[in-house]
């Protein structure tokens, strides 16, 4: 027997019928042998219609936080109520709570707020009396008692802090899609999905712009240890389970695959500033005043020094590229730099994978690879189990598609052909 | 400065412009250099709305209490979070609150819950710091955390206990009539709306049908003595102020009014078992049966015996009807009672006052106004302050009207009718 928490979002829950089929997959979970806590999201849609209404009642687009957090939390309040009657009606015994109710105690960052404990007490008694347990995700409550959200996709978060809290045995995040893939199927139609993929490259994948999981969740469950695994609502099948890198080098494959995905962002722009002084604490002086603007910066790039003059080249996003060239024009005169200038038609790319770590030679088969396609890149920046390159927009698609097949990502048929002629 | 909690229903606060009003009447209470308490319903339609969503999740008419009390309280919530964002909007310092956050502790009889306790510690604070403070009507906790509600109508409830428990001058309540009147203006065109009426008076109006009060907040506000007024949110206007009596006499009239109102009630029907045995027990052995099948009975009339035999004619509601007489048919053969029938075209026609009390020939007058217009009556009942007959439907408003004129109760023009040659 083991305990699972199953989370389910808001177009998993979006109508009455949705509600009973997240259901029969609860009841099974049950009927097979398993303890089970249901998270869940507010029906789809509701958030946006409350949401319409905080506006329409604040006449602005950023209502009274304490309030906003409030009126948001009563759409998932709605759904435990209704799933706990679907539940009982088909036959199950459970029990549903708020965030509150089971003190699922955060900071007061209304809107964003962190999770700071959990008491598991109530869950515990519940599930130990058989039922199955109904807990409303995204919402929290603060040491004043004032009724607090994670943010958006916070159920995720619920979910893997009852995992943790709870010490489960599997935490599953349904959604949408069936697992994760090795890169986007609309973009690579050969992208397959993955069994298995560990904490870290799930986290590298979630934040450069894969949308199955929320992030701060994935941390959540790699601090905690909670084996995580993604399915989808409404097929059958294993999904991806996000796992130490240990357990997946274990149950994998004989060789830990070198590549397990490519990441993309098209919300990229950079942004150049040439000829500024290259002394101590130059950087500061540049990035300063974007940081000052609530600006975050991506990649940074600075180029050897030559003549005591330095270049830095940065990214930010696509929204903000305005706003950043503007700062810098502004900074250009004060720091006497020869020219500032940028570009937003720009994508980055991504290869993640723990594999290279131990593995040479995977930043040169991917410069070889884009450069055989004629794509130039215009910046690299990499990480212990990551390497980015920024391209031009248009190159997207192909350079993605080159990378998956020269990485031995496509599915079967792909595969053999990789083998055959390129792996290293 | 006066301290006054304002309740404010479902219409009230249908919609985001709704809202509106209310918060300027709000803030302009304030304005007048008061404390104010805002106590809200859901926004009109949206329990609708959720019963229903709780129907199709139960497949039943009855889904689980514990559940459908969650589901329906976010109504509530819903609301006070919008009007707090507009009361600061409009500039107003505001704070709003559940049921829970303040405390509001019940028993555990989820859809009808009793309040048991409030902690108004948190809302003093807030009123000391010059905020208006809004609380979610209709909501409780129970000892367990549990979410309760407290009936429909409940938010009367729980503004007069708001305003038991912080010693409020005055409890308000808006509705959509400007007051509680004579009788029903639909029925009586004549019908004025009063000034002033007693706790007790309303009472026997409320429990008689006539919906403008809920008569558990009646009851409340007579138990701790809270000023109560009818006014409405649409219009200005000073309402109908309910008071102790000594109150009512003091500041009104020199000479009590006889009659307050008259109300009736369409929901009744007799049953009426004829020649069973005048002996001990025997109101016990026909009611018992009835009481267990949980049917209410109201007016009971035994006549005086006859060679030991004797009739017993009772009302229950309209709904009720089949059932009851069933019930007696069954009765009638171990009782060996003659003959048992019924009558579900009847009305309730019923005088409340304070003023019958130390006058007599209210009684006579009614019977013999009735008797003018040839209109028979089936039976009576008196108690304190209230003389109910029952007559044949058809006879409704006819009757209504003879006896609004007759008791003084039509508008200037009427009354003066009446001073001239009806007053006794």
């Known amino acids: 027997m083991a305990l699972i928490v199953q989370k389910f979002g808001g177009s998993s829950v979006g109508s009455i019928e949705r509600i009973e089929n997240v259901a029969r997959k609860v009841i099974a979970t049950q009927q097979a ?7 869940v999201s507010a029906m789809k849609g509701e958030t946006d219609r409350l949401t319409d209404l905080a506006h329409a009642a604040a006449q602005s687009n950023s209502p009274r936080p304490r309030e906003l957090d409030l009126l948001l939390s009563t759409g998932e309040t709605v759904t435990i109520a209704l799933l706990t009657m679907v539940l009982e009606r088909l036959g199950a015994g459970a029990r549903c709570y708020t965030g509150a109710q089971v003190n699922i ?25 058989g039922r199955i347990v109904v807990v409303a995700g995204f919402q929290g409550v603060d040491e004043n008692g004032s009724i607090t959200t994670l943010g958006r996709g916070g159920s995720d978060t619920t979910a893997v802090a009852l995992a943790a809290a709870l010490g489960a045995d599997e935490c599953q995040i349904y959604t949408d899609v069936d697992g ?32 199955v999981l929320q992030i701060r969740a994935v941390e959540f469950a790699g601090k905690y240890q909670v084996p995580l695994r993604v399915l989808s609502s409404f097929e059958d099948g294993p999904g991806t389970l996000i796992t130490m890198e240990g ?3 274990q149950q994998g494959s004989m060789e830990e695959p070198l590549i397990a995905g490519i990441a993309f962002s098209r919300d990229e722009s950079k942004v150049t500033i040439l000829g500024v002084p290259d002394t101590p604490g130059i950087a ?9 603007a609530n600006i975050e910066v991506d990649m940074i790039v600075q180029n050897i020094s030559n003549d005591g003059l330095t270049d830095f080249t940065f990214t930010v996003h696509k929204r903000d590229y305005d706003r950043t060239l503007e700062i810098l024009k502004d900074r250009a005169q004060t720091l006497g730099a020869r020219e500032v200038f940028g570009d937003s038609d720009i994508v980055k790319l991504s290869l993640v994978g723990v594999g290279m770590r131990s593995h040479a030679g995977v930043a040169s088969r991917m410069f070889d690879t884009l450069a055989a396609e004629g794509i ?17 927009e248009k190159y997207l698609e192909l350079g993605t598609r080159a990378l998956h097949k020269a990485f031995d990502l496509d599915e079967a048929s792909g595969k053999t052909v990789a083998v055959e002629g390129e792996n290293t």
Request: charged letters at 25%; aromatic letters at 4%; hydrophobic letters at 45%.
């Open 33 to 39: 042998g398993h303890e089970v806590v249901v998270v």
């Open 105 to 129: 105690l955060t900071d007061s960052a209304f809107s964003k707020a962190r999770i700071q404990d959990i008491d598991a007490e109530v869950i515990r008694d519940d599930l130990s009396s």
């Open 180 to 211: 994760v893939y090795t890169t986007d199927p609309r973009v690579v139609p050969t992208a397959r999905r993955l069994d298995r993929i560990t904490f870290e490259e799930m986290l590298e994948l979630a934040s450069l712009g894969s949308k």
């Open 247 to 249: 357990d997946a080098m």
């Open 284 to 292: 500061a002086q540049i990035l300063g005043p974007v940081a000052s």
């Open 376 to 392: 130039n890149i215009q910046m690299i920046s990499t990480s212990e189990i990551k390497i980015s390159v920024v391209i031009a």
